[in-house]
């Protein structure tokens, strides 16, 4: 078989190619976390009622990430039990405002 012409850097140039591919999917899985998790945040501050369907959302962009290995599963844990949290307790809020209110 004859050796190739390109040189002896062929495997660099590979491993480089797929890097960037790699980063530019990570960074696209990333940004989605991100911003569905600031959704959430937003629904909760506002107090609509759709935060129940935007915490599943950032569940499951949290999971793909996740699943890729984009993130840790446990960062991805984290991520989904503090935004769980956060949830809970933007719930509890406005009943406490509510009760104070009628005294």
Request: net charge positive.
């Amino acid at each position: 078989m004859a050796k190739l012409k390109t040189g002896r850097h062929t495997g660099a140039l590979k491993a480089q190619r797929q890097a960037e591919k790699r980063t530019s999917q990570n960074k696209g899985l990333m940004k989605q976390v991100r911003a569905t998790t600031k959704k959430v945040l937003a629904a909760v501050k506002a107090e609509k009622a759709t935060v129940a369907e935007e915490l599943k959302a950032a569940a499951s962009s949290i999971d793909k990430a996740a699943k890729k290995k984009t993130i840790h599963w446990k960062t991805a844990a984290r991520k989904k039990s503090r935004l769980a949290k956060a949830v809970n307790k933007g719930a509890k809020a406005p009943a406490k405002k509510t009760a104070a209110k009628a005294k």
